[in-house]
């Protein structure tokens, strides 16, 4: 089964930094299933990111994409509670662009992330934030989905560039998918 996480973003004007929220993944990954006199969906034709156990369960998983207009960007992937499981979002906090996770896993708690400047929570499963100075604020969309186990980019506004951070050359086994 294909699950994809599908994000509607809340501002036309700012495309690609635009706040946005989610919508149900399982809705979505079920309608996409029965569409079609029950034939199964397409394999996603994104970019695999990860596997789906690669995401720790409190923590991030660092990747790094290239969006519409050639910025490089950071992204990351954090477990959800609601299906597939894990969703994917921009690395920055949209207070003052703080990094979640800076090399060694973005701080989670409660299924929230932890901006580590100023401490607002993000919820991991719709970006929105309802707390400290990043109140009304929500995280930046980047769309994926899972098919056996694996995560794939599927946002047609970023080009996946690599595993880990802008700035890590270690490849995989670099501590930028360490949980803790
Ligand atoms: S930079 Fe994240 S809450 Fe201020």
């Not at 994104?46 to 660092?62: E, F, K, M, N, Q």
């Amino acid at each position: 089964m294909v699950y994809h996480t599908v994000k509607e973003r809340k501002s036309e004007t700012t495309p690609v930094v635009g706040t946005a929220t989610r919508a149900s993944s399982t809705n979505a990954g079920v309608a996409a299933l029965f569409a079609g006199d029950g034939e199964l969906p397409p394999m996603p034709e994104g970019t695999r990111i990860a596997a789906v156990d690669a995401v720790p369960a409190r923590g991030s998983y660092l990747f790094s994409v290239e969006d519409a207009f050639t910025n490089e960007r950071e992204a990351i992937l954090v477990p959800c509670e609601d299906e597939p499981g894990v969703e994917a979002w921009l690395n920055n906090c949209p207070h003052e662009d703080q990094r979640f996770d800076r090399g060694d896993g973005a701080a989670m708690r409660d299924g929230e992330i932890i901006c580590p400047k100023h401490g607002s929570l993000f919820d991991a499963c719709e970006g929105d934030c309802g707390n400290g100075p990043a109140t009304g604020s929500s995280l930046r969309p980047v769309e994926i989905a899972v098919e056996d186990g694996d995560v794939f980019l599927v946002d047609d506004g970023y080009t996946y560039l690599k595993d880990g951070g802008l700035d890590d050359d270690e490849g995989p086994s670099s501590t930028s998918h360490l949980s803790f």
